[in-house]
């Protein structure tokens, strides 16, 4: 399929608002997600919890935001693999969803950004989980092309 590389100025104005919109709620839903993490409840779940009053390193790893990253390149690489597979990159139905709304969910920027409070304390334990995200996002990926490929 070739692609719509010239839009007009009518075209244009609905591409931006469409990705404005979706990146809008999608944003909204990430920053929602993390006032979980936020309140401590997620740390004491997953067993991040004070240890004679400080918290090692496990309880500063964004979880909700690793987890927010793998469940959106999964579902976006699923949807571009399915119900949006033939569309044109500038179909405003993929730049609402796609670039919109999945490019504001997930956030490898403020994952990376979270784990500066991880290398302060465990230089080893903050590359592991920068190379953690990246794998874990990458099969994701793979897994959202193998499943909407069938």
Known sequence: MRANITLTPKQLTLAAASVALGGGVGTLLRALALRIQDNNRFETLIGAVPH????NWW????WILEILNIAGV?????ILRGPLKNHDPNDLTRLLV?????GGFTSYSSLFVSLSQIWHQSVPASLMVAVLAVLSGVAAGWLGIRKGHR
């Open 74 to 78: 999964y579902l976006a690489t699923r």
């Open 98 to 102: 796609i670039t919109g709304f999945f």
């Open 52 to 55: 004679n009053g400080l918290m």
């Open 59 to 62: 309880g500063h790893v964004p």
